[in-house]
């Protein structure tokens, strides 16, 4: 059998319903004009229920967006189908329910329904992996490391990538992980994309159809490279962790150990917001805007301090090289941590700040940058495009003097300076400064040159 249009390649058993829905129609089981008008998406058991399919939300979406005003879904995609506006979601349990709404029948009584299907899709052995949803970490948690914390805020507020590097035990991925609490909820519309994405990988949480925190995902070095951008084999394309991440963070904790290439394809949809991956049918796209973490130790044999340090010279080069210059020139905030002492680590707590005292800076900042903004596609610092900063949001040249001479130096190039200039925005922001001054600038800058060894 064919599907109409052809040349489409299709997949999956979304199609389902409106295959048998097609069939019963064409043996006048119903009139053709009942179904005439109507989306069905879902997937068919052979006892006649409805199961749950992955992707309702792009699926009711576009038929939103191509004037459809039902929608037939399975009962268990009802929550997320209803996350569409201005469409008609009609669930279903089974075939039979739906046969008896077409011809205007009332529904079957509980005892001739087959047991209602589970809220996770028929994807054998592939539990649904949800995006991370811890509640219990707070920046309090983490003792000194001023540096680290700022970075974390200034992160958090603009959306600029972040690196730490340094050694075991030093607090690189406690910090990391704690990134999230320091973010605002996402808009409605970033909310929708995000959701959407997770419903088009079946990682949506059953209970939560809307994602609405800014998600973070965090891949194991062992991961795939189509396992990070997205892939998969044959004509079945599977979002990949950048788009997991989208809106959200990326954190790749012991950078350098990920397998060769994995990093370096970032720098395609770091560059881009989103990610492409060609087939032979064409090239499909995915959005991939989120902001990048990683961690990493300084060498390979993960001694506690340097002078343990048991690694060949040539080793320890070749290990950092791993995130190469490309990548690094494309992280703005790059932090080498040294482990907080035993007194911080005894006496800071009743200093810490939380992450809701930090959160709410954020917050003011990023209200600062919107309204700045506003006029604009772009949300945050980090998303001006390059000559649209350079137009609009140059300082006065008494606060670039700093830049100017890095950029004559050498030491900083033009690429450099756009991110310099971002995160400058995004201090000032932080600071409710009108426009960033030379403190500000110098404080980017410092960041920009963080050594990785
Ligand atoms: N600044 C700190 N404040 C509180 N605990 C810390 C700090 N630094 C390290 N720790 C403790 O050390 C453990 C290891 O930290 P971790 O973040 O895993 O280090 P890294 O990722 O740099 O190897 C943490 O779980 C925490 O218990
Ligand atoms: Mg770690
Ligand atoms: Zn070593």
Same mark, same amino acid.
């Given at each position: 059998?064919?599907?109409?249009?052809?040349?489409?390649?299709?997949?999956?058993?979304?199609?389902?319903?409106?295959?048998?829905?097609?069939?019963?129609?064409?043996?006048?089981?119903?009139?053709?004009?009942?179904?005439?008008?109507?989306?069905?998406?879902?997937?068919?058991?052979?006892?006649?229920?409805?199961?749950?399919?992955?992707?309702?939300?792009?699926?009711?979406?576009?038929?939103?967006?191509?004037?459809?005003?039902?929608?037939?879904?399975?009962?268990?995609?009802?929550?997320?189908?209803?996350?569409?506006?201005?469409?008609?979601?009609?669930?279903?349990?089974?075939?039979?329910?739906?046969?008896?709404?077409?011809?205007?029948?009332?529904?079957?009584?509980?005892?001739?329904?087959?047991?209602?299907?589970?809220?996770?899709?028929?994807?054998?052995?592939?539990?649904?992996?949800?995006?991370?949803?811890?509640?219990?970490?707070?920046?309090?948690?983490?003792? /000194?490391?001023?540096?680290?914390?700022?970075?974390?805020?200034?992160?958090?507020?603009?959306?600029?990538?972040?690196?730490?590097?340094?050694?075991?035990?030093?607090?690189?991925?406690?910090?990391?992980?704690?990134?999230?609490?320091?973010?605002?909820?996402?808009?409605?519309?970033?909310?929708?994309?995000?959701?959407?994405?997770?419903?088009?990988?079946?990682?949506?949480?059953?209970?939560?159809?809307?994602?609405?925190?800014?998600?973070?995902?965090?891949?194991?070095?062992?991961?795939?490279?189509?396992?990070?951008?997205?892939?998969?084999?044959?004509?079945?394309?599977?979002?990949?962790?950048?788009?997991?991440?989208?809106?959200?963070?990326?954190?790749?904790?012991?950078?350098?150990?990920?397998?060769?290439?994995?990093?370096?394809?970032?720098?395609?949809?770091?560059?881009?917001?989103?990610?492409?991956?060609?087939?032979?049918?064409?090239?499909?796209?995915?959005?991939?805007?989120?902001?990048?973490?990683?961690?990493?130790?300084?060498?390979?044999?993960?001694?506690?301090?340097?002078?343990?340090?048991?690694?060949?010279? /040539?080793?320890?080069?070749?290990?950092?090289?791993?995130?190469?210059?490309?990548?690094?020139?494309?992280?703005?905030?790059?932090?080498?941590?040294?482990?907080?002492?035993?007194?911080?680590?005894?006496?800071?707590?009743?200093?810490?700040?939380?992450?809701?005292?930090?959160?709410?800076?954020?917050?003011?900042?990023?209200?600062?940058?919107?309204?700045?903004?506003? /006029?604009?596609?772009?949300?945050?610092?980090?998303?001006?495009?390059?000559?649209?900063?350079?137009?609009?949001?140059?300082?006065?040249?008494?606060?670039?003097?700093?830049?100017?001479?890095?950029?004559?130096?050498?030491?900083?190039?033009?690429?450099?300076?756009?991110?310099?200039?971002?995160?400058?925005?995004?201090?000032?922001?932080?600071?409710?400064?009108?426009?960033? /001054?030379?403190?500000?600038?110098?404080?980017?800058?410092?960041?920009?040159?963080?050594?990785?060894?």
């Amino acid at each position: 059998m064919s599907l109409f249009p052809a040349s489409l390649p299709k997949k999956g058993s979304t199609f389902d319903i409106a295959i048998a829905v097609a069939l019963l129609a064409a043996a006048e089981a119903v009139s053709p004009f009942s179904c005439a008008g109507l989306t069905l998406v879902g997937e068919l058991g052979l006892d006649g229920r409805m199961r749950a399919i992955p992707g309702v939300l792009p699926a009711v979406l576009a038929s939103a967006n191509a004037g459809c005003q039902t929608v037939v879904v399975p009962r268990a995609n009802a929550a997320e189908a209803r996350l569409v506006p201005d469409i008609e979601v009609v669930p279903v349990a089974s075939l039979r329910e739906l046969l008896c709404l077409l011809r205007d029948e009332p529904p079957p009584t509980e005892d001739d329904q087959p047991e209602q299907a589970s809220t996770h899709y028929g994807m054998d052995g592939l539990a649904p992996r949800c995006p991370d949803r811890r509640t219990d970490l707070d920046l309090t948690d983490v003792r /000194g490391q001023a540096e680290a914390r700022r970075a974390l805020e200034i992160s958090a507020a603009g959306g600029h990538h972040l690196f730490f590097s340094g050694p075991p035990g030093c607090g690189k991925t406690m910090l990391a992980e704690r990134l999230p609490t320091l973010m605002p909820p996402l808009e409605p519309e970033a909310a929708l994309e995000v959701t959407a994405i997770h419903s088009v990988a079946g990682t949506l949480p059953p209970d939560q159809p809307m994602i609405t925190k800014p998600p973070f995902h965090a891949p194991h070095h062992t991961a795939t490279r189509a396992a990070i951008v997205g892939g998969g084999s044959g004509r079945v394309l599977q979002p990949g962790a950048v788009s997991l991440a989208h809106r959200g963070i990326l954190f790749l904790d012991e950078a350098p150990e990920f397998q060769g290439g994995v990093l370096d394809a970032l720098r395609q949809p770091l560059e881009e917001g989103e990610v492409r991956l060609s087939r032979v049918e064409g090239t499909a796209r995915f959005p991939a805007r989120f902001t990048l973490v990683l961690a990493a130790n300084p060498c390979p044999c993960a001694a506690a301090k340097q002078m343990d340090c048991s690694c060949a010279p /040539g080793i320890r080069r070749k290990y950092t090289s791993r995130v190469s210059g490309p990548l690094l020139d494309r992280i703005d905030l790059k932090l080498e941590l040294t482990p907080a002492s035993r007194a911080e680590l005894r006496y800071d707590l009743e200093f810490a700040e939380s992450s809701e005292v930090v959160a709410e800076r954020v917050l003011n900042a990023r209200e600062r940058a919107v309204k700045r903004l506003s /006029g604009t596609p772009w949300r945050t610092n980090s998303e001006i495009p390059g000559p649209e900063l350079r137009r609009h949001f140059t300082p006065s040249g008494e606060a670039m003097r700093a830049a100017d001479e890095a950029l004559q130096k050498g030491t900083l190039s033009a690429r450099g300076l756009d991110r310099v200039l971002r995160v400058a925005w995004t201090i000032a922001d932080l600071a409710d400064r009108e426009e960033p /001054g030379d403190d500000d600038i110098g404080g980017a800058l410092a960041l920009w040159n963080g050594r990785w060894t």
